[in-house]
């Protein structure tokens, strides 16, 4: 008698019936897609009765995940941008020289009046003595300041500054251990803020990674234009909280040593003369969001701040009632009120001309943080849908072949074992594209490839067991014997077959990028779907089969 528990047949039955009901959205793909975006305008807020029209064209209780669509396929923009890692070396000799300043004030009798030269190289502190006898002493001073460069599992490293004595003149560089570590810390962390910025825009798998040292590749499906998404990536977005000195007209207004001439972005031709040290700054935000002024109705941008940019925020507001302060955003003044009295809630507003649009554009910068450094766009174009459409219908055709190809081969060679063969295959490709909905994949040419390989592999377990049962009715065993033989003897050869597959597709994923990956993607869960659809689907319908037509002899 075929044998098959109970508790295999309920697990087929639900992952059958799962397949089709999360691989459905996708026969509606565009419907879903309006849906959800209409959905997420609602919720933030949007009165359109179209809106509401489209949220409603597809059931909010149905699953509504679908395979995303890939540059390639979709269309969208992309963009190779490079990042100014040199700045950032500039800014850390910039923040040493407060301290190496104090440094030698307290070495003022042994090393002399010293000042510090204005040269064009950024890479480098220049200091000059006026007494070069003091030049080593000097020297030595400096080198205390200089911090160990991580080193990851090996502990701290090297330290990350070398002084040099050039007759009266103290050069202060980087090592080239610390640039190497502080190029790692800024692509790292472009590559995050860059991707969150992405994020908050409800982009679906955005292509983002580094190419060679100091590049970065970034390719957005479904967008209308590069612009879009360079207004997004392209602004530092460093905010800072700035005490106001003066306003003048005059751009060549002369500044104190503490103090920074900064224009106005709401006024061109005004300029503020700011405090250099910052009250707070960007990094102390937890949340940004637009909204609208109670009292004029005009689009503004509601800020918090940690507890400690908080306590900050509000001991520098409560020492200043009166005085006006400026919101520094990419060093422009985009607003400058007069402390009315103490901020210690944590929050504020920041208003300005902005729009609706443009008021959501500066919280999503806020949110996602400050780029580290400048970027530079190298390459920008946008892909047109019309390679997409024509890549897509290319990959309906090649699949559609090859699926009535193998449904075919499968009913010729083995009858109605074929036939259950071509419904597992069926409920194999369902479950395929269920998985890569849920886990939010995106589908690019060569994942259509690897499903279009899935497809031609599917069958080769049901061969291998159909083959070998086969094999046992031939030696005049009974149906049932023959059957429950075939499938416990080609189970190992299945195994085999597909585990060295699936180790391919694994190392692909692993060492690949970009399509590369997706491939590995899709052939990988089509491994598994396709084993599980072999051993165990068309097993339950062979099982069911028996059951009721208890045939004496095979015909396979």
Sequence with gaps: MLQFQTWKSALVILACLAAVVFSAPN?????????????????????????EAAASAWPDWLPSDVIALGLDLQGGAHLLVEVAVEDVHAERLEALWPEARQALRDLRDQVGPFRRLERNDPATLTIRLEDPAGAEIAAEALRELAQPVAGG??????????????????????TEAAREAIDERTMAQSLEIIRRRIDETGTRE?????????????????????????????????????????????????????????????????????????LVTGDRLTDAQPGFDPQTGEPVV???????????????????VGRPFAVVLDEEVITAPTIREAITGGSGQISGSFTVESAQELAIL???????????????????????????????????????????????????????ANFALILNVCMLMALLSVIGATLTLPGIAGIVLTIGMAVDANVLIFERIREEAKRAKGAARAIETGYERAFSAIVDANVTTFLAA????????????????????????????????TRFFVAQWFARARPKTLVV
């Design 27 to 51: 026969l509606f793909h565009s419907t879903v897609q309006r849906a959800e975006t209409a959905r997420e305008a609602l919720a933030a807020g949007a009165e359109d009765p179209g809106l």
């Design 153 to 174: 599992l090996l502990g701290p490293g090297g330290p990350d500054l070398e002084v040099s004595v050039e007759g009266r003149d103290i050069a202060v560089r980087l």
């Design 206 to 278: 955005p292509t983002i990674q580094r190419q060679g040292e100091d590049r970065i590749l970034v390719q957005v499906p479904g967008v209308g234009s590069a612009e879009e998404v360079l207004s997004l990536i392209g602004r530092t977005a460093k905010l800072t909280f700035h005490l106001v000195e003066s306003a003048t007209g005059d751009a060549d207004t002369r500044t104190g040593p503490n103090e920074i001439l900064v224009p106005s972005a709401e006024e061109p031709g005004r300029f503020y003369v700011l405090e250099r040290r910052a």
């Design 302 to 320: 509601n800020f918090r701040f940690d507890a400690a940019g908080a306590r900050r925020f509000g001991d520098v507001t409560s020492r200043n």
């Design 366 to 420: 806020l949110r996602a943080g400050a780029l580290p450094a400048e970027i530079t766009v190298l390459e920008q174009r946008t892909v047109g849908p019309d390679l997409g459409a024509d890549s897509i219908a290319a990959g309906e055709t090649a699949i559609a072949v090859a699926f009535l190809a193998v449904l075919v081969f499968m009913f010729a060679s083995y009858g109605l074992f074929g036939l259950f």
């Design 506 to 537: 694994t190392i692909l994923f692993s060492m690949g990028s970009g399509p590369v990956r997706g491939f590995a993607v899709t052939l990988g869960l089509g491994i598994l779907t396709s084993v599980f659809s072999a051993t165990m689907v």
